[in-house]
């Protein structure tokens, strides 16, 4: 069974600076998906990012990059020049070769302060 | 286009009573997956259906949750005879299939907050 684990509950960080969310997983498969998805107050689930596990590249969505290191099993989020919409909780995803179920994280709680 | 729609928004039930929740997938999608939320908590798969199918009821808790899904589309999870620990929020999502070696992106809908007292 795969495990997604976010060691960071909660995390701050001062609006137009950089904040890194971490997330480490552990599967026994060689090819999957990878996620990080942002949750407001409004509960609404929104994909932020995702990686393809055979891609060395890292995946880039705008402000939003990834640190993607498949040895070690590690999948940071990295969010630059932050701003106030991006308070939210985000979540760390994992979608193995079954193609069904995803394997969340238990959250980080970002704040991005004025 | 209209997204993954759910119903109700909120619901407070007393312990023991059953309650339905709904799940409106997006049109065209066949997968359909249900998730809970609990405080706290990150989101804890619970059934999927490819069309009318459930190939996957694992991550239901306990013999009091089921599901079902009609015609492909709506799907409608009960939760009979309700205990304080089912509060939490019933997430639900669609996409356009499932199956060994697809992506396809999973949409959320907005979620039923289930409130046991």
């Known amino acids: 069974a795969q495990t997604v684990t976010q060691s960071q509950p909660e995390m701050s960080v001062q609006e137009a600076e950089t904040v890194t969310l971490s997330c480490t997983y552990d599967t026994s498969e060689n090819n999957y998906y990878l996620f990080w998805y942002k949750q407001p107050p409004s509960r609404q689930m929104i994909l932020v990012i995702r990686q393809e596990a055979y891609k060395q590249q890292n995946a880039t969505e705008n402000r939003f990059s990834v640190n993607f290191q498949k040895a070690a099993k590690s999948f940071s989020l990295k969010i630059s020049d932050s701003q106030l919409g991006d308070t939210a909780m985000y979540f760390c995803?994992?979608?193995?070769?079954?193609?069904?179920?995803?394997?969340f994280g238990t959250g980080t709680r970002l704040a991005v302060r004025p | 286009g209209a997204g993954v729609s759910q119903s109700p928004s909120n619901k407070v039930t007393e312990k023991g009573k059953d309650v339905e929740l709904r799940c409106d997938p997006i049109s065209g999608h066949t997968a359909l997956y249900w998730y809970r939320q609990s405080l706290g908590q990150g989101l804890e798969f619970l059934i999927y259906f490819q069309g009318n199918s459930a190939p996957d009821k694992s991550g239901l808790p306990s013999d009091r949750f089921s599901a079902e899904r009609t015609g492909g589309s709506v799907s409608t999870l009960t939760i009979q005879r309700t205990q304080q620990e089912d509060s939490a929020v019933y997430l639900c999502?669609?996409?356009?299939?499932?199956?060994?070696?697809?992506?396809?992106?999973?949409?959320f809908g907005p979620g039923t907050r289930l409130t046991v007292t």
């Open positions: 999502a669609s996409s356009l299939m499932s199956g060994r070696g697809l992506f396809n992106e999973q949409y």
């Open positions: 995803a994992f979608l193995g070769s079954s193609g069904d179920k995803l394997t």
